[in-house]
């Protein structure tokens, strides 16, 4: 399994500017956050909260079972920043993103 955790993480993805479809891969594969509100973190897209609180686990229903979350963003400045920060728990995580 690969995944990106810490409390607090980002990304700043140079791009043209424009729109564009982001998908986040998660996937709960941590035993001590299999469980509705063990670990929570808010997804923010070029300064906007995107998901406050995102609970993976009770999202997919169950451990090691995936969540895509799909979002459009706008590119105004020639980067995408992408941010993760931990509300319940000790770290944020996401398992892949795709920009297209």
């Known amino acids: 399994m690969t995944l990106r955790f810490d409390a607090n993480f980002g990304y700043s993805i140079p791009v043209p ?13 941590s035993p001590p956050f299999s469980g509705i509100n063990k670990r929570k973190f808010n997804v923010t ?7 406050s609180g995102l609970d993976v ?24 920043d992408i941010s993760f920060a931990v509300t319940v728990g000790t770290n944020a995580f996401v398992n892949a993103i795709e920009v297209y």
Request: proline share 0%; net charge positive; charged share 15%.
């Open 45 to 51: 897209m070029n300064g906007t909260v995107v998901y």
């Open 57 to 80: 686990f009770a999202e997919a229903g169950a451990a090691n079972k995936a969540l895509i979350k799909t979002n459009t963003v706008t590119v105004t400045n020639g980067k995408l």
């Open 17 to 29: 500017n424009g729109t564009y479809t982001v998908k986040l891969h998660f996937a709960e594969t």
